[in-house]
């Protein structure tokens, strides 16, 4: 079925590093990808790095990663071990658009240079076999960069050909990581004296011709006032938030949203808001608000529909059937949208 926006991935272009970092609670986070049936969000920032320095991880290589991520895990089922998952979007995170429309992935993600080579606390067994507890920031590090590294090798290496396939096939059959590991790759200590040869070596990426791909159209508008107004507190919201950044949001919510009481969008961040605070009367009003201009708009439906379930939980004349038909609409409005079937 043709893609609708609860399936796309919505990006939020946040003002620095230093917002993401904000945003996500933890100092060194420079970007990250949030999966939910309510619609999957990455966290980026407009500026990072310093553009042509190979060493410092830039704004494009930071949105690329955590595109990957969407693109990887939207649609699989699969356990993957977090060296898979980071090592996949590494070897994402460095695609080049060149003038001609072609484009180059694989390239060596040139800042994780210090984890490679420097780290050696954490090693290919547990990063293969994800036997390790709490990383510290080199070991991080080394965890991305390997995860690259052995996403380049074993998709470039012609006699390493299918075997990252069977470690993940083995995993899926109830395989301990690391027992996977050995049963796909053989002797962990020959993998690991072939990397250390392969990561010192030339190490190339692959060309897509820019004829070969179909680009859809692409279509820019700028926020309306109430957008524009709410972004901040619909992109906390969308992030999540706990009982005291609840009370926070809410409060910024209500003073943005107050000039817009006819705009859906804000309205709908406000319910959102309003619900998260547990302020389900509240909700309930704004999600009506948004519905007395478009009686369509799928996201004040749903809240419409959350915030009477969470009353209806206390009263013994509440009419469930009622409560779903909400949820009912929403899905026949979007079928391809996964946060009605949840909730119904």
Do not use: C
Request: glycine share 8%; proline share 4%.
């Amino acid at each position: 079925p043709a893609l609708t926006d609860a399936q796309r991935l919505t990006v939020y272009a946040l003002r620095s590093e230093g917002a993401v970092a904000r945003l996500a609670g933890a100092s060194e986070v420079r970007g990250f990808y949030r999966p939910d049936s309510s619609g999957s969000s990455a966290f980026v920032p407009r500026s990072a790095g310093s553009k042509g320095v190979a060493w410092e991880l830039d704004t494009e290589e930071i949105f690329y990663h955590e595109y990957a991520h969407h693109l990887q895990l939207e649609a699989s089922s699969a356990a993957l071990p977090p060296w898979n998952v980071e090592g996949f979007a590494e070897f994402f995170a460095t695609a080049v658009i060149e003038k001609d429309g072609s484009v180059v992935i694989g390239n060596a993600p040139q800042y994780r240079a210090y984890g490679l080579f420097n780290v050696t606390s954490l090693s290919l067994e547990a990063i293969v076999g994800a036997t390790y507890d709490r990383l510290d920031g080199g070991e991080h590090d080394l965890l991305y960069g390997m995860g690259w590294l052995l996403t380049h090798y074993l998709t470039f290496e012609p006699t390493r050909k299918g075997q990252l396939a069977h470690y993940l096939e083995n995993i899926q059959k109830g395989m301990p990581a690391l027992a996977a590991a050995k049963s796909a790759f053989g002797d962990l200590k020959q993998l690991k004296r072939e990397l250390e040869k392969y990561k010192l070596g030339k190490l190339h990426g692959l060309r897509v011709r820019g004829d070969t791909l179909s680009i859809g159209k692409v279509a820019v508008r700028p926020l309306t006032a109430g957008e524009a107004a709410i972004m901040d507190v619909h992109t906390r919201s969308r992030r999540g938030v706990n009982d005291k950044t609840a009370r926070e949001v809410v409060a910024a919510a209500r003073k943005a949203a107050a000039p817009y009481p006819n705009e859906p969008f804000v309205q709908a961040a406000l319910a959102e808001a309003e619900f998260d605070a547990h302020e389900y009367e509240a909700a309930e009003a704004a999600a009506d608000r948004a519905l007395a201009t478009d009686p369509n708009y799928v996201r004040a439906l749903l809240y419409k529909g959350r915030a009477l379930m969470e009353l209806g939980k206390g009263r013994p004349d509440t009419q469930w059937s009622e409560v779903r038909g909400w949820f009912a609409k929403a899905n026949r409005l979007d079928t391809e949208n996964a946060e009605p079937l949840r909730l119904f």
